[in-house]
């Protein structure tokens, strides 16, 4: 079955090259979720101006013919600047960018999960702060493909204790730690205070927003199974070397 695609939005997630002359692109699209697209002569002079369109981080528009798993690019248009990010903002969009190939269904689209996408895309690129546009995403994210959590509820039905710390089931939410020795102790685990100030898309204080960073990670990596990201590997190296 053929179906045309016509000025369709997307944000390029990822862009390599295919043979001698094309681009396989992963895109996600406003209104067929994640996609691969075939680019066809972008190497030749005439196509450079959409192999430029077809960069990661880029907003798009374009026309193209889905014939099997792979779509046909007939054309692409970038419908603004991408943002300029370097270090570990530059980093950070990678991550954003293969967290979502890896997460989100081909094909199926997921309309929160493109709006959270462009929001995070614009935070990085007014510079905002990094840390906390990073956690909110991946509020959004799992929210948006359904396996989201209560932050202002813990797994035992009592409301979030802002003076609390809790562990992250990636099932049951946030269960609260009775003791330094229940769990991983202090490591591993976010406080309270940072559960209901991302309940309320407020940002915590500096100590509450780093508690955040492994526990969501861990609940991540029970939904990207037994491989972790290469982000991750790279953001953490950054963070050592700084």
Request: proline share 5%; no cysteine; hydrophobic share 45%.
């Given at each position: ?232 590997e790279l953001l953490d190296d950054f963070a050592a070397r700084r």
């Amino acid at each position: 079955m053929t179906m045309r695609i016509e000025a369709e939005p997307a944000f390029v997630l990822h862009a390599r090259a295919y043979r001698e002359t094309s681009l396989l692109v992963e895109v996600l699209s406003a209104s067929h979720g994640r996609m691969g697209l075939l680019a066809r002569g972008v190497s030749s002079a005439k196509g450079q101006v959409l192999r430029a369109a077809l960069q990661p981080l880029q907003w798009i528009r374009f026309d193209a013919v889905q014939r099997g798993e792979l779509a046909q690019l007939r054309g692409a248009e970038a419908l603004d600047a991408a943002p300029r990010l370097a270090g570990q903002d530059m980093l950070a969009g990678f991550y954003v960018n293969e967290l979502v190939m890896r997460l989100a269904p081909r094909h199926d689209p997921v309309p929160d999960l493109y709006r959270a996408y462009g929001e995070v895309r614009a935070r990085l690129a007014l510079g905002l702060p990094l840390a906390w546009s990073l956690r909110r995403f991946e509020r959004n994210l799992l929210d948006a493909l359904g396996v989201g959590f209560d932050l202002v509820t813990a797994s035992d039905g009592r409301p979030v204790d802002a003076a609390a710390r809790y562990e992250l089931d990636p099932l049951e939410g946030p269960r609260r730690l009775l003791s330094e020795r229940d769990g991983q102790g202090r490591r591993g685990t976010v406080t309270g205070a940072a559960l209901l100030a991302l309940a309320r898309d407020q940002e915590p204080a500096a100590d509450d927003l780093a508690s955040m960073r492994l526990p969501m990670r861990a609940v991540l990596a029970h939904h990207l199974g037994a491989r972790g990201l290469k982000s991750w590997e790279l953001l953490d190296d950054f963070a050592a070397r700084r």
